[in-house]
Structures are given as structure tokens and as C-alpha cells.
């Protein structure tokens, strides 16, 4: 039977030497890793180890970290220790079994001082794939003994990237106008197919080797704050993979949910809103695995929940994150990630997180933004959320460029998506964009037209929210060639790789890049230049970070809106027709009354807005002015 025993004697110093260290074999693990003096959040540490619940267990070192509870879980091979911290220091975890007693350091820090600013509206999200990004170190291709080889002639495989690519490269990502970079998950994910991707965990508390190592992570974060970017880390609660460490012996029978047969979620999103829905449905669509390779962990048990918050704390603290991205929200239980988002923000207050909540139902989506006024009560606590209507609404829009539109296709479909806006509690806290890497590539999508990538980049530039870009559809990149799946459509970013054939992160690459035998790169150049004049402009532009909406009805496949405050005004006017365009002027006039002049922010050019305003088709005016001096 575990038990908890009293500190060393007052006046009697622990002599480290006096105990052995902990084998593997007896104590394999301890997480969290470490800890801070000063949290808010009660510690709880996990300890696994052959027979670990049979050990009696004390703290030595000090006063300052302490045994409060000791609690036992389905396999002897666990213990959870609920431990009261007052001091920053050194301990040792010392544990008797039997007539043997060992020890385990484990390290209270003292607390780093840090700005406290998270992603906002005034942001441009960069994601980045890591494994398909750049490999700035090809040494650690296939580090750590881990399953999966780089062959970066397989969709689904290993190509390499890192995340001393994405340091090699920051200086392109601001260059490009991001002030913040979201990068998909680099903890290990060791299964044994298709782990390039990162979504299956297994170690939350380690970087994977192939992509580098904590202390990489962590200079990561601190060279992207020296160039004033952020960092958002991915991080998913929902589930692990199936070659979690884990999965061989958990520590509780429901630690992931189990089915008498392989069980996949329905994806019913609609069954937490529904009231006609049934609780067989429900449970499926929580409880049920997202693939066969994803276990779906069970945030009803108490553990789980606690395991998960410690370790979102964890990582912002330990690498001075800016946000967190969660994966797949909607799948969690819901009551429990509510609980884990208020957790995480009563210790980081300032810290955004932003959900992945892909609904196509506007009134759901709103659902699921923390200080909603849901009928039932609910508050998920989850302050930001994705605006996949408005993404699909845009892709769909600039998809059915022409002259003669269906009713409601074409441009009236964002105006369309933008009229829901009364149904989101926080404006503010959308993230827009029009593509992630779930998604196909926008060359694709949009028959490698560079004018409607232009459009595309205009809305997001310009429309209310978090606009984020998915690394390389500021080139249009399209998917490779040949078999259709994700990895397909996840590319490898030209000039990541040495030897490669064209590389785009230099503007020298970018100028001399044309066709390939798998790609088109002739318009990258001007396309990339396109995407940092909007964003570099945007950076400084108080209208567009939170000034209101006014937009305008048409049936001609054009949009007009304004952003707009007390003292300043951009008037955006997309024209997605195969023929210029008159702009009609004088249906703005409850805004601007009589002609104004301003600047055209592609150009620089001192412009006026008239009846006399013409648009170039396929193409939209960006004009910034002032409404009053």
C-alpha cells in the first residue's frame, strides 16, 4: 500500500548520497517534468514505474514541496501524488519498497518574468507544417530510434522539416507581414505510419528527436520573440496515439475510452446543441475514436483531465508560449474541456486559445465561443474560435468567379456569411483564413488563377478577425501530383531541402522560379510580394484590427464593404467578374456622402473614389482614407 511519510527531521540535511537513484526500472517516469514556485494551479504528479503503488513516498530537500494525498490507480504501476509547493529548489522524490528505498530528483524553478500579450486581431497567424517546411538539421532525420524513416517520396512518410527549419526561416515569415506562427504538433509521434503529421501524441512531454528537442522548442520560441512573432503551439486533447507509452498498461481501465469493438466517432457535432438528440449519439460522437490510430481520451475521468491542464501549463510556462491552438475541440467532452479552458486562463489570464470547431452552422460554431449565451448554460470557457463558414464562403466565392453568378453564389456568399455576425459573442476573436492543412491546396482549388489567390488574400487581409495563412498558398502551391491524400496536399516548401531544385524563402529563387515537372511556380514572385504589401500594411492598422463592418449587397458578383472607425475608413471593392467594373459609388453615400480622396494601398498612388471608379476585373481595390482630419 502506497504511503505518504513526513519530510527529513528539522535540523537534520538530507545527504543525497544516503539514497540510491531511481533505475528506470523502478521509477521510468515522473510528470510533470518539473514545476514553478507560484502557480496557481495545484500540482498533481504522475509517477510510473514497475510496482511504483507498493512504495511508501516522502520528499527530501526541503520544506518548500510536500506530499499532501497519494492516490492509486487501476495498475500498480502508477501512483498520482497531489504535492503543496511553497519554494523553488531541488527535492528528491524518495520511495521504500520493501527494504529498499530509492530516489528521484525532480526540480521546483523559480518563475521567469515575461510580457503577457497573446494573439489578437492586430495579428497575421502563420501555420506552418513543420515536416514539410524546412530541414535545417539532417542529422536528426531518423534520431531516437524512432519507427518512421524520412522517404520524401511517400505522401504519408517522413520528409525531414524540423523545427530548426522554421528558425532558419523566420526572418522570410516576417518578412511575408505574420506576426505570430502556429506550427502543427512536433511532440513525439512514433507510430509506425503516417506520423509526419503529429496529431497522434505519444509523449506529451517530449519534442520528437526528428523534429528536435525541448530545449530547441524553447530557443524556437525565444529567436521568433527576438523578431517580434509569437508563437501558438497545437496541442490536442481530444487524443493520443495508439503508440502512446501509455497504451501498453494504462493507468486506468477508462484513461481512453474503449468500445467491445472498434468504435469511431460520428462526427454529430450537432448533438451537443440538439435537444432532440440521444444520448447513444452523443456518446458516440464524444466517445467514439477519431481514426483506428487515435485512441480518444476520456476527460470524464478526473486524472485525464487534471494530466491535460497540467500539461498545457506546462508547455506555456516552460517555453514562453504566446497562445494554444487546440485540435479537434468539439470531440472533447464537453462539460470537462470547459473546465480544462478555465484552468488554463486562471493561470495565464492573458493567454488566447483558439479552438478547432470545423462546423459549417454558423449558429453551432457560436455555440461553442466562451461567453456565449447558450440556452442550456453552457459556457465552454474557450475565448477564440475558427470561422470555417467564412473560410468555405470565400473559397466557394472566388471559385465561382464570372459574370452571371447563381443566386446566392458567387461574392453574395461572404456577404451572406458575414450577415450571421449577430450570432458570435466576440467578433474579435474569429479566426479567419481560407485554407489550413486539413484542407486542399488553394492552387488547386482555384485552377492556378493567380487573380483569384489575390482576391482570396484581400478578403483575408481586410475582413474582421485573426487572419491566418497556411505556409506556401501565398505562391499558390498546389498539391503533388499523383495519389490523392493528405500528404499529397501537405507539399514540401521548395528550398526547404538541400539540392533543391527552386527555392522560394529567397527573393533571388522566387524571381527565377518557373515550371517544374510537378509544379508551376512563374507567378510566385509577384504573389508572395502581393501577400507582404497587405500584411506588412496591415500590422499598423487600428480600422482593420477593430473597426466596424459596413458592406454592401450586389447580385453582379462584386462586393463592396467597408472598414471603418471614428477617424479612418478602408474601402475594399472586390470585383470577381471576367469584365471591369464601375464602381456604384453613390450607393455608399450613408457612409461617404460626396467623393473622398485616399491612398491605394497596392500601389501607394494618391487615388480618388468616385462614380467614375473603375475596377479592373478579377482584381479588388484596397483605398485607405481619412473620415475626418
Sequence with gaps: MAMLMLAGCAGQPFNPDSVADATPQEVTRVEPLCWWEGMKTPLQLMVYGPAVSAAEVRVEGGNGLQVKAVHKADSPNYLFLDMTVTRAGRYWLVFKNGDKEYKYPYEIAARSARTKESFTTRDMIYLVFPDRFANGDPSNDNAGGTLQKVDREGNLERHGGDIQGIIDHLDYIKGLGATAIWATPVLLDDQDFESYHGYACCDYYHVDPRMGSNELYREFVDKAHEKDLKVIMDIVT?????????????????????????????????????????????????????????????????????????????????????????????????????????????????????????????????????????????????????????????????????????????????????????????????????????????????????????????????????????????????????????????????????????????????????????????????LHDYTARLFNWRKEKAVIHSGKTLHFLTRDNTYAYFRYNETDAVFVFVNNTHQAVTVPWAHYAELVPAEVTGTDVLTGEQVTLSARTVVPAMTAAVVEFQRKQ
Excluded at 467 to 476: F, K
Design 238 to 526: 481530444n487524443h493520443c496515439g495508439t503508440f502512446h507509452w501509455w497504451m501498453k498498461d494504462l493507468p486506468f481501465a477508462d484513461w481512453v475510452h474503449q468500445f467491445d469493438t472498434y468504435t469511431q466517432t460520428n462526427i454529430a457535432f450537432s448533438t451537443n446543441v440538439d435537444p432532440n438528440a440521444s444520448k447513444y449519439d452523443l456518446n458516440v460522437h464524444e466517445s467514439g475514436w477519431f481514426v483506428p490510430m487515435m485512441p480518444d481520451m476520456n476527460l470524464d475521468n478526473p486524472f485525464v483531465l487534471k494530466y491535460l491542464e497540467q500539461w498545457a501549463i506546462w508547455w506555456v510556462e516552460y517555453a514562453g508560449l504566446d497562445g494554444l491552438r487546440v485540435d479537434t475541440f468539439p470531440y472533447n467532452e464537453k462539460e470537462p474541456i470547459s473546465r480544462w479552458c478555465e484552468a488554463v486562463r486562471a493561470e495565464y489570464p492573458w493567454l488566447n486559445i483558439v479552438g478547432e470547431c470545423w462546423i459549417e452552422s454558423p449558429a453551432q460554431l457560436a455555440y461553442w465561443q466562451g461567453g456565449n449565451a447558450n440556452k442550456d448554460g453552457y459556457d465552454s470557457h474557450l475565448p477564440s474560435i475558427m470561422d470555417f463558414p467564412l473560410c468555405d464562403a470565400i473559397v466557394a466565392a472566388v471559385c465561382e468567379a464570372g459574370d452571371r453568378p447563381q443566386w446566392n453564389h458567387g461574392m453574395t456568399r461572404v456577404y451572406n456569411a458575414l450577415s450571421h455576425d449577430f450570432v458570435y459573442h466576440d467578433l474579435s476573436n474569429m479566426m479567419i483564413f481560407f485554407a489550413n492543412h486539413d484542407h486542399s491546396r488553394m492552387g488547386d482549388n482555384f485552377d492556378h488563377d493567380p487573380a483569384k489567390m489575390k482576391i482570396a488574400m484581400t478578403l483575408l487581409a481586410t475582413l474582421r478577425g485573426i487572419p491566418q495563412l497556411y505556409n506556401g498558398d501565398e505562391m499558390l502551391f498546389s498539391a503533388r501530383p499523383g495519389e490523392w491524400n493528405d500528404g499529397a496536399k501537405r507539399i514540401d516548401f521548395p528550398g526547404g531541402w538541400p539540392g533543391d531544385e527552386v527555392d522560394l524563402f529567397s527573393e533571388e529563387g522566387r524571381k527565377a522560379a518557373g515550371k517544374t515537372a510537378t509544379a508551376d511556380y512563374s507567378c510566385a514572385a509577384d
